[in-house]
């Protein structure tokens, strides 16, 4: 759909709404169609190894959900962190982590950072990529705990990092750090380039930028 235009984040949340109650397609059409792009572009990068994916409660971890299954059912091996209770996990998203669940893949929730904080950093040392779906173009406040040391831990490791939709801890309008942020090698974006892409100060570590058409009608002039 991507025509060259910038999007903001209101912008991205009209089309969705659009794609969604105009058009009635599914959200979790939309979100297969983004995991499926994430796994296209990581192929096309010959991705082996250890894929560690950090999944948020929102549609950017539900996109990571989606992107587990299509790694897994072409024989990369594949770990799913969780930054988020069980029942915090709704809509779209927890149509797919349900299928995860019942292909028996290792998933592991963290609830809070009594959360054996040991444990992911030694886990994150044995990966070959890291995937960012924590937050998505909707995140406006400032990173607090647990994600401050996740995103932290992320960017001391040696794997190769790629961002879903938006690094992490990146405002979508104006590129600005909300606290600290992830510094992605790769970011798979969706409809189109979002507006803080532009901004000089963090371009860098939006590393690789693909652009992926999740399906959302193309609207004529």
């Known amino acids: 759909m991507n025509n060259g235009k910038v999007y903001s984040r209101n912008e991205i949340r009209e089309l969705d709404r659009m794609a969604i109650e105009d058009y009635g397609i599914p959200g979790c059409v939309l979100m297969e169609n983004a995991g499926r792009g994430i796994f296209e572009y990581m192929c096309s990068k010959n991705v082996d190894g250890l894929v560690i994916i950090c999944c948020g409660k929102g549609n950017n971890g539900g996109d990571g959900f989606v992107l587990a299954r299509y790694l897994h059912n072409h024989k990369v091996p594949v770990k799913i962190f969780i930054f988020a209770k069980p029942s915090e996990i709704k809509g779209d998203a927890k149509i797919f982590l349900h299928i995860l669940e019942k292909m028996n893949l290792p998933i592991y929730f963290f609830e809070s950072l009594s959360l054996e904080p040991g444990f ?17 173009t909707g995140l406006a406040g400032v990173i607090k705990e647990p994600y401050t040391t996740v995103i932290n831990t992320i960017n001391n490791s040696d794997a190769i990092v790629l961002s879903v939709d938006i690094p992490s801890g990146l405002d979508c309008d104006n590129g600005k750090e909300l606290g600290v942020f992830v510094k992605a090698d790769h970011t798979v974006t969706f409809v189109g380039a979002k507006m803080g892409f532009k901004n000089s100060k963090t371009k860098r570590w939006l590393g690789n930028i693909k652009i992926v058409d999740i399906g959302i009608p193309k609207q004529e002039a």
């Open 120 to 136: 992911f950093v030694q886990e994150f040392l044995s990966a070959t990529w890291i995937v960012d779906a924590l937050f998505g």
